[in-house]
C-alpha cells in the first residue's frame, strides 16, 4: 500500500519508481530536505523519515536531504501532495485541453497500460528474460520510451526512463496506475480534445 503524511493512500502496489525523476518532484511538492517539507506539511508522518535516515537522521537532527532516502521513501511522502490524484484518462485529457494542467504539474492518472513491440512474458528472479526496447526517444535529456494509457476509448502518450524497461514491461497490458510530471509536445488530438501534454513518468504502481 502506498501511504503518506496527509491522508490521500493508494491501494495500488508501487512497481517501480525512478529517483532521478522522483528527485524533482519531491522538491516541488514538498522540499528537498525533512526540515523544508515538515515546515510545509507539519511534523505528521515524519517518523517513517527518522527510520530510513538511520544514522544520518542522529547525526544531523532533522535536516535529513531527500536525496539520502530510498526512492520508494521518497515517493511515498509526497504521493498525498499530489494535487491532481488518480485521474482515469478521460478526465487527465479534459484538464490538460482546458490548461488546469501545464507543465510541470505533477500528475496520477489511472488506465491500461500498452506497450508496442514487446512480447508477454513470465518473470522468473533466477534468469529474467532480455527485452528488445521499442521506440526509443530522447526527451528533455532523458533517454526514454514510449506507451499509452488507455481507458474508454482514449489513449495518451507516457513516456518511461529506458532504464526502467525491465520492470515496467511486466505492466504491459495490465491496468496500472502512473506518476509523473507534465511536459510540452507538439499538438495533437485525443478523443476531440487538442492537447499540448505528455507526462514522464516517474512511478508505476499496479491497479487492483
Not at 527485452?131 to 518511461?160: H, I, K, S
Amino acid at each position: 500500500m502506498t501511504t503518506g503524511a496527509e491522508g490521500g493512500s493508494s491501494s495500488n502496489t508501487l512497481i517501480y519508481v525512478d529517483k532521478d525523476l522522483i528527485l524533482p518532484i519531491a522538491a516541488r511538492l514538498v522540499g528537498t530536505s525533512l526540515s523544508s517539507a515538515s515546515s510545509r506539511s507539519g511534523t505528521v508522518g515524519l517518523s517513517w523519515v527518522v527510520a530510513a535516515a538511520g544514522s544520518y537522521s542522529r547525526e544531523r537532527g532533522t535536516e535529513i536531504e531527500m536525496a539520502k532516502l530510498f526512492p520508494e521513501d521518497i515517493f511515498h511522502y509526497c504521493y498525498p501532495h499530489i494535487e491532481r490524484r488518480s485521474m482515469d484518462v478521460r478526465t487527465y485529457c479534459s484538464a490538460a485541453a482546458s490548461h488546469e494542467i501545464i507543465p510541470p504539474n505533477v500528475v496520477s492518472v489511472t488506465g491500461v497500460l500498452r506497450i508496442g513491440g514487446v512480447t508477454p512474458s513470465s518473470y522468473n528472479p533466477f534468469s529474467p528474460p532480455k527485452f528488445d526496447l521499442p521506440n526509443q526517444y530522447r526527451l528533455y535529456g532523458y533517454r526514454t520510451f514510449n506507451a499509452a494509457l488507455e481507458a474508454n476509448g482514449f489513449q495518451v502518450p507516457v513516456y518511461f526512463l529506458a532504464d526502467s524497461a525491465d520492470m515496467v514491461f511486466y505492466a504491459n497490458n495490465k491496468p496500472v496506475e502512473v506518476v509523473g510530471v507534465t511536459k510540452w509536445a507538439p499538438t495533437y488530438e485525443v478523443g476531440g480534445h487538442m492537447l499540448n501534454l505528455i507526462t514522464l513518468c516517474a512511478a508505476l504502481l499496479l491497479a487492483k
